[in-house]
């Protein structure tokens, strides 16, 4: 027997799992697709997919749900809580049970369409999308595809886009500076990483990249930061991590080459980490959307740009694509995402999956 959205976001929350190491929210999701009477298909190692067909050579939608969590504590306190050290502290649990939610709604009413739908693993890190993306080849055909991600800095009801780049494009980098071990007595005889690392950031901070006179939107930034192995031995390595974010693909290679350049006078190199694609929205979508939502009794919001790294920027370049924001809080408190208080309603899980099957309701119209 088929579990209801709610049932399966208890399950899944219980159960949070990082990138590519998706296996038991895998295998919750494969069983509960298969009671409805589908077949979902491995894909991305730790992924599923379901390809639903009603009508014989027409073209599909895709519409995409991460599944991924994050190395956080959970502090919420309640019954359905994390099992282990890892959170659902973006909301992809309630990602994947919309998109169950909708599934459910098509096969039990029998709507028309033809959907792709991806459970996308390592959306955090990695950029599964590209992955999926890599082994779905062209075996669909697909018209357009679409995503949600949850915030409760909007209020249920709330939905929020931006017309061009929603999400930034972002890279990681990494730092790297190698020194010359010495015991602090003789440091003369050493080359101090530590000390070279601390010049830069002192010239970073004072000649930060994202302070741009032409407007470029752009914004570069360290969180992380080592050295050394003893504390009365000179560094013989230091290490600074961080990431830079940028409207469009160009601008963010573009200032890995300058940051790069900077290093090589303070005895660094620079390393490439992951690198996400901007989230662009197509216009006519977006156009339709704003449409729909006056329709579907949501306010629709212009949040502009949004620094955010979000790899559906993959799927953004291949596909005529619309992403957008929905908002979740029905309290007067909100605690952001990657919180370890982030907890939504279970009442968010219904009203999103209606409003999403009357969303791909209205997509599937518009292309046919």
Known sequence: MAISPIELRHKLHMNPELAFNEFSTQAILEENLENLGLHPVKIAKTGLLVYIEREKNKPSILYRADMDALPITEDTGCEFSSRNNNMHACGHDIHMSVMYGVIKRIIEEDMPGNFVFVFQPAEETIGGAKYVIDEMREKYKIACATALHVTDEYALGEVASSSGTLFACAMEITAKFRGRSAHIAQKQNGIDAMKNAVAFLNYFYNNPYDNDSTGSRLLVGFGK?????????????????????????????????????????YGG????????????????????????????????????????????????????????????????????????????????????????????????????
């Open 269 to 368: 190199t620079l390393e490439r980490g992951s690198l996400y694609p901007p989230v662009v929205n197509d216009e006519e979508i977006l156009s339709l959307f704003k449409c729909f939502t006056s329709s579907a009794n949501l306010r629709y919001i212009d949040c502009g740009m949004k620094y955010t790294g979000e790899d559906f920027g993959f799927f953004t370049m291949k596909y005529p694509s619309l992403m957008f924001w929905a908002g979740v809080r029905t309290k007067e408190q909100s605690h952001g995402l990657h919180n370890p208080h982030f907890l939504p309603d279970d009442e968010v899980v219904p009203f999103l999956t209606d409003s999403m099957v009357k969303w791909l309701n209205e997509l599937w119209n518009s292309i046919n």
């Open 225 to 265: 930061m080592f050295a050394g192995s003893v504390r009365n031995v000179v560094a013989d390595f230091a290490q600074v991590e961080g990431s830079i974010r940028g409207e469009k693909l160009e601008l963010v290679v573009d200032t890995f080459s300058e940051i790069e350049k900077t290093l090589i006078n």
